[in-house]
T-cell receptor
Framework: DVKVTQSSRYLVKRTGEKVFLECVQDMDHENMFWYRQDPGLGLRLIYFSYDVKMKEKGDIPEGYSVSREKKERFSLILESASTNQTSMYLC????????????????FGDGTRLSIL | GENVEQHPSTLSVQEGDSAVIKCTYSDSASNYFPWYKQELGKRPQLIIDIRSNVGEKKDQRIAVTLNKTAKHFSLHITETQPEDSAVYFCASIPPRDNYGQNFVFGPGTRLSVLP
């Protein structure tokens, strides 16, 4: 069974801090994703990566960056945390896709509830 | 880009009744449509999916139907039980001409099954 592990379930940080959210998957998936989930807005894509050191902006990348140095690990970075980044953050992974491949479902982690004070 | 609408936003049914959630999408090239269930405080989990070459798929009490002409797909849950209470998300995935994956999620439907 696919396991996607996020380093923290709950995190409290202060405005202006640099925040790192870590995600690890154990299925050798090429694709990894970061979403934020807010009530009434569903899941919004922040960034995704389809290979090591490759990244692509999603719908709401402002204020965030990502790092993928190893295939199994995808980090989300809040360069200078602000209160409007208080949210639930979900990481997901999926097998390779695009260029003639069939899409496969994404598998999610348990989420990190981040509060910025 | 792809846009997914989902209705209703909330749904309450009596235990044993059926529930139907409908999603519409905009990109006629979309070819993969998964449904996720998210229980309170838990991760979204895939419950069923359908590809564009199939009109209907069923798994026990859950079924999904796809109307490519009208660009909508629906989740049907029969004989609902209290443990079906959750938020349900649909997604539409248009093809890409390079690597990666474009999941576009609907805003979610909160289903409450009343005992």
């Amino acid at each position: 069974d696919v396991k996607v592990t996020q380093s923290s379930r709950y995190l409290v940080k202060r405005t202006g801090e640099k925040v790192f959210l870590e995600c690890v998957q154990d299925m050798d998936h090429e694709n990894m994703f970061w979403y934020r989930q807010d009530p009434g807005l569903g899941l919004r894509l922040i960034y995704f990566s389809y290979d090591v050191k490759m990244k692509e902006k999603g719908d709401i990348p402002e204020g965030y960056s990502v790092s993928r140095e190893k295939k199994e690990r995808f980090s989300l970075i809040l360069e200078s945390a602000s209160t409007n980044q208080t949210s639930m953050y979900l990481c997901a992974s999926s097998p390779p896709s695009g260029i003639g491949r069939m899409d496969q479902p994404q598998h999610f982690g348990d989420g990190t509830r981040l509060s910025i004070l | 880009g792809e846009n997914v609408e989902q209705h209703p936003s909330t749904l309450s049914v009596q235990e044993g009744d059926s529930a139907v959630i409908k999603c519409t999408y905009s990109d006629s090239a979309s070819n993969y449509f998964p449904w996720y269930k998210q229980e309170l405080g838990k991760r979204p989990q895939l419950i069923i999916d359908i590809r564009s070459n199939v009109g209907e798929k069923k798994d026990q009490r859950i079924a999904v139907t796809l109307n490519k002409t009208a660009k909508h797909f629906s989740l049907h849950i029969t004989e609902t039980q209290p443990e079906d209470s959750a938020v349900y998300f649909c997604a539409s995935i248009p093809p890409r001409d390079n690597y990666g994956q474009n999941f576009v999620f609907g805003p979610g439907t909160r289903l409450s099954v009343l005992p």
